[in-house]
């Protein structure tokens, strides 16, 4: 069975940074996609970065330049840097993978970036 664990997520300061973490087991990690995603109070959840099965990464505009994905296969793990944080980023952050026509997502992670 597929599982996802976030953590990493807290309290921060604008302009502060956190890396969020994304554990997964059940699957062979290593070409797998993985994708972040985040949900703002009264928002829809939005696509915010992740690695292709070809390990191609992407961002989200909001977040370009600011936030870095990264994996490590030997700890089926994916991490999420997010630096110069800003009111905007705060959110619950979820990691998603897919395996055959199946999606599989964590229960999330809190972020609140504070002024």
């Known amino acids: 069975q597929v599982q996802l664990a976030e953590s990493g997520g807290g309290l921060v300061q604008v302009g502060g940074s956190l890396r969020l973490s994304c554990a997964a087991s059940g699957i062979i990690f290593s070409f797998i996609p993985m994708g972040w995603y985040r949900q703002a109070p009264g928002k829809q959840r939005e696509w915010v970065a992740g690695f292709t099965s070809g390990g191609i990464t992407n961002y989200a505009d909001s977040v370009k330049g600011r936030f870095t994905v990264s994996r490590d296969n030997a700890k089926n793990t994916v991490y999420l840097q997010m630096n110069s944080l800003n009111s905007e980023d705060t959110a619950v952050y979820y990691c998603?993978?897919?395996?055959?026509?199946?999606?599989?997502w964590g229960k999330g992670t809190l972020v609140t970036v504070s002024s």
């Open positions: 998603k993978t897919r395996s055959g026509a199946m999606d599989y």
